[in-house]
Antibody
Framework: QVQLQESGPGLVKPSETLSLTCNVS??????????WGWIRQSPGAGLQWIGN???????HYNPSLRGRVTISVDTSKNRFSLRLTSLTAADTAVYYC????????????WGQGTLVTVSS | DIVMTQSPDSLAVSVGERATINCKSS????????????VVWYQQKPGQPPKKLIY???TRASGVPDRFSGSGSGTDFTLTISSLQAEDVAVYYC?????????FGQGTKVEIK
């Protein structure tokens, strides 16, 4: 059974860059036809889609993040990553890694989530 | 962006009674090419990620009790719990996957009266 698990710092300073990793266990992601992505959840903004990278290599990001986000997949390490730059307090949230079958599809697999706090 | 608006924000229902949650999208999420509505409903319990309940607006996911049902088309959708059980206490979200950016409703908290 495939599982997702997020890892990364729980506390990051304003203006710095957040790097999170999602480790995929239970099956190799190489050659699988899925999209891998990130969603965050905060009391103020609710659930917000950050973006996905799909098996075709195409990347799709939320325009509201104004070019601050990059998602990459490392099949050799069976994981994918999120990079979010120029952090502010508004980026404080629980970050979930997710899977979908294609870009216009529901998210059928979620990690447990990791809380990231942006504070000096 | 497509805005998803849920109502009510919260509701309290007695065990065994019906709970109804509405979700309205700011534009149609019905794709004429396949006549499918690109809406999914999730259930989220404290400390857990959202779990898919209903997809294509009305198709129950595997393992989901049949007391959960989804309906609607175009811009108006409903999640119904026909006979609320204690384990159904959670926050419920609608999500449109018709276009990017994916967007979610603000959530409806369901409690026991």
């Amino acid at each position: 059974q495939v599982q997702l698990q997020e890892s990364g710092p729980g506390l990051v300073k304003p203006s710095e860059t957040l790097s999170l990793t999602c480790n995929v266990s239970g099956r190799s992601i190489a050659g699988l036809s899925f999209c891998w992505g990130w969603i965050r959840q905060s009391p103020g903004a609710g659930l917000q889609w950050i973006g996905n990278v799909c098996y075709s290599g195409s990347a799709h990001y939320n325009p509201s993040l104004r070019g601050r986000v990059t998602i990459s997949v490392d099949t050799s390490k069976n994981r994918f990553s999120l990079r979010l730059t120029s952090l502010t307090a508004a980026d404080t949230a629980v970050y979930y890694c997710v899977r979908s079958e294609e870009i216009l599809n529901w998210f059928d697999l979620w990690g447990q989530g990791t809380l990231v706090t942006v504070s000096s | 962006d497509i805005v998803m608006t849920q109502s009510p924000d919260s509701l309290a229902v007695s065990v065994g009674e019906r709970a109804t949650i509405n979700c309205k999208s700011s534009q149609s999420v019905l794709y004429s090419g396949n006549n499918k509505n690109y809406v999914v409903w999730y259930q989220q319990k404290p400390g857990q990620p959202p779990k898919k309940l209903i997809y294509w607006a009305s198709t129950r996911a595997s393992g989901v009790p049949d007391r959960f049902s989804g309906s609607g088309s175009g811009t108006d959708f409903t999640l119904t719990i026909s006979s609320l059980q204690a384990e159904d206490v959670a926050v419920y979200y609608c999500h449109q996957y018709y276009t990017t950016p994916h967007t979610f409703g603000q959530g409806t908290k369901v409690e026991i009266k």
